[in-house]
């Protein structure tokens, strides 16, 4: 009996110190996994640009240091570019309803759906040269070394630009909400996300 005694806290004293030793090392494990974690948040965090207060427009005018007559110049080439825009994705969207009412017919040809396709691409084409050639007429009206800056902080208003869009609907395609701040907003450039 004794020797079966004996025994018995032998073994639970063993899987005492084999429990320890296994919770020891998840402890461990679980330490080094959050602090990896941290510092892969903490690392991809710091890549992310600052958000920046304000519309793309204001912020061209800070950093370009645009003079009166350059401002008045600017806010005209936004409106006659908005106004040119907002007939383009007007037209995009209706191209996109007619694409995706292929879906309602049963006899849609791989031909069909090319030319509903191609004929999106064609309109969201010149949204996007119209949007290059905007800033281009901006770039314009700056003098040589305003030129220089803009050239420096460009894709940042590119960034601002896509940032402006609600998440999964680009911007350059959605049509402006009446009295809401999306009048104001420029549509991607080519090339941007949202762009298409």
Sequence with gaps: MT????????????NHGAKNKLLTWLVLLLIVFNA?????FWLGSAKVPP???????????????????QQSTFAKLRR???DSAEILRAQVKQAKESFFALLKQSDVTD???????KRISVIT???????????????????????????????QVIEMIGHNGQPGR???????QPGGRDEERLPPPPGVPGGE
């Design 3 to 14: 020797r079966l005694l004996h025994h018995l806290i032998e073994t639970c004293v063993m």
């Design 111 to 117: 031909s069909m759906k090319a030319t509903a396709a």
């Design 36 to 40: 990896v974690t941290i510092t892969m």
């Design 170 to 176: 680009p911007h350059g395609n959605r049509p402006p």
């Design 80 to 82: 006659d570019h908005r």
């Design 125 to 155: 084409e010149k949204l996007d040269l119209l949007t290059l050639n905007h800033f281009q007429k901006v770039r314009a009206i700056c003098t040589t070394e305003q030129q220089g800056k803009f050239d420096d902080i460009i894709n």
């Design 51 to 69: 958000r920046r207060n304000g519309t793309p427009q204001e912020f061209l005018v800070k950093e370009l240091n645009l003079d009166t007559l």
